[in-house]
């Protein structure tokens, strides 16, 4: 069974540019969840999507958005980069959003924002 | 106000040895609890979850964890570290109500010594 796939796995952009990351949960999973990564704030709830709505939202600015299509897959992206977007963006799947089912994280997209 | 907290931010510890790694939450009611692990540049594994039930949970790679209610703890422990246990490890939680994503602790870095 093949785990969580994100494209690309390593990203540069420059200050201004935008970007989109893809994730393709496990088969059958519907929610599929995205993270930042970063040293100074660790891990952080970027938003949740399940059967194509976005459920839950974390406390990130308006540049940040996402999207789930039919088939699960997720893609997010970040409009007008900024020096501090740079940082490893993890995508998580589960089967369920409610009642909690465990979710299975992908090997993330490092992006470097010069 | 709700909080993980990892308290060791860097533990060595002798390939060979016993390891425990803390963690610490402050929620209201007892939230579904895990364990991640991290290798370089990689996604997050999940190593073990306490949803209910016995305490002591069993996960992969020979770890277990002990869920104490009394001192909002679950404690990672492995009875021997072998080098390649050689990682970061994330404590986290699920809250039962409300917010359905992972709340992460600040991650414990383990270094192995031969």
């Known amino acids: 069974k093949a785990g969580v796939t994100q494209t690309p796995r390593y990203l540069i952009k420059t200050r201004g540019q935008q970007v989109t990351l893809s994730c393709s949960p496990i088969?059958?999973?519907?929610?599929v969840s995205w993270y930042q990564q970063t040293p100074g704030q660790g891990l952080q709830f970027l938003f949740e999507y399940f059967s194509e709505t976005q459920r839950n939202k974390g406390n990130f600015p308006g540049r940040f958005s996402g999207r789930q299509f039919s088939n699960s897959r997720s893609e997010m992206n970040v409009s007008t980069l900024e020096l501090g977007d740079s940082a490893l963006y993890l995508c998580?799947?589960?089967?369920?959003?409610?009642?909690?089912?465990?979710?299975?994280f992908g090997q993330g997209t490092r992006l470097t924002v010069v | 106000a709700q909080s993980v907290t990892q308290p060791d931010i860097h533990i060595t510890v002798s390939e060979g040895a016993s390891l425990e790694l803390r963690c610490n939450y402050s929620y209201g009611a007892t939230p579904y609890l895990f364990w991640y692990v991290q290798s370089p540049g990689q996604g997050l594994q999940l190593l073990l979850k306490y949803f209910s039930g016995d305490t002591l949970v069993q996960g992969i790679k020979g770890f277990e964890a002990e869920f104490k209610r009394s001192q909002s703890s679950f404690n990672l422990r492995k009875p021997s570290v072998h080098w390649s246990d050689a990682a970061e490890y994330f404590c986290a939680v699920v809250p039962k109500t409300g917010a359905n994503n992972l709340f992460f602790g600040t991650g414990t870095r383990l270094t192995v010594i031969p």
């Open positions: 998580a799947s589960s089967w369920a959003d409610r009642p909690y089912t465990e979710a299975f």
């Open positions: 088969s059958g999973h519907r929610s």
